[in-house]
């Protein structure tokens, strides 16, 4: 992909993007782990932890990305991708990272908790690439330096503006139709434009919109469990 095209920068922030709102969680992973050590070892295991997880995620997506491009494949990760998109929305996650006493130590537990997290983000980043392996580079690049060092402003943001989570989302959903647009078998179904960006755009409203339904019926149960539970204790 030419890097002057406007595909080209489209997909690169498209990366960006889903880099910033699903590694998120990695400065908390980052955080937990390193809690109990001395601060002159927190920074080390910080940078140390950090590079290893960028090895790790780097090469975890490379591969996935050559292995999009197996027929049906493609068809496969967008979907796989919507439901990320979806969980995405409703999911209030929980943390449960033991902290460590060694720098060793410390930095092993960041990278295999952010190997085992991180597989929404490297499917996610491989179906915004399209295949282009700079893109994913330069993405990592640019993404987790902003993730690890500005994560205390970044989860503080998402916690002011959860609106930040839906266009992520969107996101997610965005390239997730793409994939699926974008898939051998599929493309004689899209090759009109007009139902081609009328999908991609359909595909994006209705994962946010079932998303937010569902988001709110949960918390219609949980202020009615909550309710239930004040009027037992009252009694």
Do not use: C
Not at 44 to 66: F, N, P
């Amino acid at each position: 992909m030419d890097f002057m095209t406007p595909d080209f920068w489209s997909a690169l922030l498209a990366i960006v993007v889903i880099d910033l709102v699903l590694a998120g969680d990695n400065a908390i992973v980052i955080g937990l782990a390193a809690r109990n050590l001395p601060k002159e070892n927190q920074k080390k295991v910080i940078i140390w932890g950090t590079v290893g997880a960028i090895v790790i995620r780097a090469a975890a997506t490379l591969a996935v990305v050559w292995l999009l491009k197996i027929p049906g494949l493609l068809l496969a990760g967008g979907l796989i991708l919507l439901y990320i998109a979806y969980k995405l929305m409703i999911e209030e996650k929980d943390h449960d990272i033991e902290a460590q006493n060694s720098v060793w130590a410390a930095i092993k537990t960041i990278i295999i908790a952010d190997a085992v997290m991180g597989l929404d983000n490297v499917l996610a980043v491989a179906g915004a690439a399209h295949g282009d392996f700079l893109l994913v580079v330069l993405g990592l690049l640019i993404s987790v330096p902003i993730v690890v060092w500005g994560s205390t402003l970044f989860l503080k943001l998402i916690d002011k503006y959860p609106f930040i989570i839906t266009i992520g989302a969107g996101v997610l959903a965005w390239t997730a139709s793409k994939m699926i647009v974008g898939e051998k078998f599929m493309k004689p179904y899209f090759e009109n434009g007009f139902v081609k960006y009328g999908f991609e755009i359909l595909v994006i409203l209705l994962v946010l919109g079932i998303a937010t339904l569902k988001k709110r019926k949960i918390a219609e149960e949980r202020a009615s469990a909550e309710q239930n539970l004040s009027k037992s204790e009252a009694q």
